[in-house]
Nanobody, 126 residues
């Protein structure tokens, strides 16, 4: 069974940075597509970023240029470096895993991912 565990959330002032991490127990991690999603109260869960082993990284327009997704395949970890944070980035952030190399057009869909972490709260406020 796949298990994902996020860490690194917290309270940060606008303009600040946070780094989220996700530890993944799945084999082989190296071929798994990893994604980050977020959900704020009253809204649907939305795509933030994704990384495939081959084929690059993908970002929602709202975070492109501010967030960076990265993988450590030898440690079964995926990270989300969040810079220039804004109050509208406040949400619970979820790590998700999809088997194999998901096609680019499917990366934004929650249905593409079959395993999810418990989420970590990120609050951006002064």
């Amino acid at each position: 069974q796949v298990h994902l565990a996020e860490s690194g959330g917290g309270l940060v002032q606008p303009g600040g940075s946070l780094r989220l991490s996700c530890a993944v127990s799945v084999r082989p991690f190296s071929t798994t597509t990893m994604g980050w999603f977020r959900q704020s109260p009253g809204k649907e869960r939305e795509f933030v970023a994704a990384a495939r082993r081959v084929g690059g990284t993908f970002y929602d327009n709202s975070v492109r240029g501010r967030f960076i997704i990265s993988r450590e395949n030898d440690k079964n970890m995926v990270h989300l470096q969040m810079n220039s944070l804004r109050p509208e980035d406040t949400a619970i952030y979820y790590c998700a895993a999809a088997p194999g190399s998901a096609i680019a057009s499917a990366l934004r869909s929650t249905g593409t991912y079959d395993s999810w972490g418990q989420g970590t709260q990120v609050t951006v406020s002064s």
